[in-house]
């Protein structure tokens, strides 16, 4: 009954506006039939649409255009670069890291830019692998690095593994 009252209201509404134009402005009696008759066909077409989209409601997508949409790529980080990621981490840590962790992946780079860059093999020439390394870079992939005493200790500290990086990107 409420809803049936809501489409009624309006063109009660309406018409007594309609009798008061009537009452104040007779002589525009035509005009005002027209405005009249425009605005209640306005209201019941706005009802119209309304009770078409009620009807039949508008899917957001058909499955053949959520097939075709294009899926956010994840974005992934190279499984190597979070294997180094998680080595200097680690070897920032503690001793143990940096020796058995991060050591290792340092000493092949270095290895392998001394070897393919200069002509220097690491365990060969050891003299001529620290002269182009540098000191920095050097105490940390030689060869005959011992282990740490303390398993514990402190690890590579961020300005010093700033310089071992920059020696390794000078080769």
Avoid: C
């Avoid at 104040?24 to 306005?42: I, R």
């Avoid at 019941?44 to 075709?68: I, M, N, Q």
């Avoid at 962790?101 to 830019?113: F, K, M, T």
Wanted: no cysteine; hydrophobic share 50%.
């Amino acid at each position: 009954m409420r809803h049936a009252l809501r489409y009624v209201k309006v063109p009660v509404q309406l018409t007594v506006l309609l009798l008061a134009a009537i009452v104040f402005f007779p002589k525009h009696l035509g005009v005002t039939l027209h405005v009249y008759v425009v605005v209640l066909a306005a209201v019941g077409l706005g009802w119209l649409v309304g009770a078409v989209r009620a009807a039949h409601p508008r899917a957001r997508r058909s499955a053949f255009d959520a097939a075709l949409r294009k899926r956010p790529r994840k974005v992934e980080r190279p499984e190597e670069l979070q294997k180094i990621e998680r080595e200097v981490a680690l070897g920032a840590a503690t001793a143990f890291d940096l020796h058995y962790r991060l050591r290792p992946s340092l000493r092949g780079i270095a290895g392998e830019l001394l070897a393919t860059r200069h002509g220097i093999d690491l365990e060969s020439n050891p003299a001529a692998a620290r002269r182009t390394l540098g000191d920095a870079a050097w105490e940390i992939v030689r060869p005959d690095r011992e282990p740490p005493d303390v398993r514990f200790g402190a690890g590579l500290d961020a300005g010093s593994l700033r310089s071992v990086v920059t020696a390794l990107e000078r080769l």
